[in-house]
């Protein structure tokens, strides 16, 4: 299941990335050629259809994406990959847990202190 929705992610990107760099290098230069007006009379029609192109290919990508990432791997109790595995996602989570014990106290310190730049500025203008 999780090899399936990888496949059809990566297959939903690249036809999003062709599709753009198709309309990139071959519809706009072929519709300006034909002229400001011409261009400006095909263009809603056609931006009206490549946008729901994009999005369903996008919407695609996105929902297999997501369950290719939630889907969980299969693991071997017996296989050395598995110990591999486990330890490395041992020291991600570790890692996540600094990150966010990090980015709690700086804002618990902002929100105690403010922003320090507010309570630094030299007046310009003097003692009053």
Known sequence: MREIAELVSVLACGLV????????????PARMECGVETAATEFPPSCRRANIMHA?????????????????????KRSAQTTELLARWARLHAFRSVVSVEALLLLVYLSVFGDLSERTQVSTTGPR
């Not at 990335?17 to 706009?28: F, M, T």
């Not at 997501?66 to 693991?75: E, G, V």
């Open 17 to 28: 990335a062709g599709a753009a760099v198709y309309i990139s290098l071959v519809e706009y």
């Open 56 to 76: 369903t290919f996008a919407g695609v990508g996105l929902l297999t994406s997501l369950a290719a990432w939630f889907a969980s791997p299969t693991l071997d």
